[in-house]
């Protein structure tokens, strides 16, 4: 597609429940990524693929968060027992291959209530 | 680890004066350096990049950052701004030691008046 393409753009849910966050990167792009930007910061790391598999996922705040890319194109991000600290905007990006620039997707604004 | 700073909250211009908008950062290695800029209600944009070369390096919307290795920065420039410049921007950073984890740093708003 022309751009990174993130969906959602919102979702809420309650606490405790699962969520899928679905990214669908630049077609051809190789590397992709997920961020995560709360209220007044920048975003931070969750984890990188290059490919099918997840290159570097030391961003991942804990177990009940996983990631999967199966095929190397389209990513979901999935969120068990979600808590309300979780709540933030929910960024994917891409780039041809690891460590040029990215271009970020819209993101998914997840609000656990 | 990398880190990266940005130093002020948010920076004031007015229109038609120049610009610098600061950053700071630290890697094991040596760095490879990005600006980003997010307008409202908009996804976050890459501005420029350094990776090696020319210190100076010539982004997008007549951007430009100086890379200062003994400094350990990377300041983002513009001659004369714009009041469609006003927007959030990043600074980011990642070593070039293997891994691809780029660093961003908190944000710095950018407030153009006309």
């Known amino acids: 597609g022309a751009g990174v393409s993130q969906t959602p753009s919102n979702k809420v849910t309650e606490k405790g429940k699962y969520v899928e966050l679905r990214c669908d990167p630049i077609s051809g792009h190789t590397a992709l990524y997920w961020y995560r930007q709360s209220l007044g910061q920048g975003p931070e790391f969750l984890i990188y693929?290059?490919?099918?598999?997840?290159?570097?996922d030391s961003g991942l705040p804990n177990d009940r968060f996983f990631a999967v890319r199966p095929e190397g194109s389209v990513s979901t991000l999935k969120i068990q027992r979600t808590e309300r600290g979780d709540s933030a905007v929910y960024l994917c990006a891409s780039s041809l291959r690891g460590g040029q620039g990215y271009t970020f997707g819209s993101g998914t604004r997840l609000t656990v209530v | 680890a990398q880190s990266v700073a940005q130093p002020e909250d948010q920076v004031k211009v007015a229109e038609g004066n120049p610009l610098t908008v600061k950053c700071t950062y630290s890697v094991s290695g040596n760095p490879y350096l990005f600006w980003y800029v997010q307008y409202p209600n908009r996804g976050l944009q890459f501005l420029l990049k350094y990776i090696t070369g020319d210190n100076l390096v010539k982004g997008s919307y007549g951007f430009e950052a100086e890379f200062n290795k003994s400094q350990t920065s990377f300041h983002l420039k513009k001659p004369s701004a714009l009041v469609s410049d006003s927007a959030l921007y990043f600074c980011a950073v990642r070593d070039d030691t293997g891994g691809f984890k780029t660093i961003f740093g908190a944000g710095t708003r950018l407030f153009v008046k006309a």
């Open positions: 693929f290059q490919g099918t598999g997840a290159a570097d």
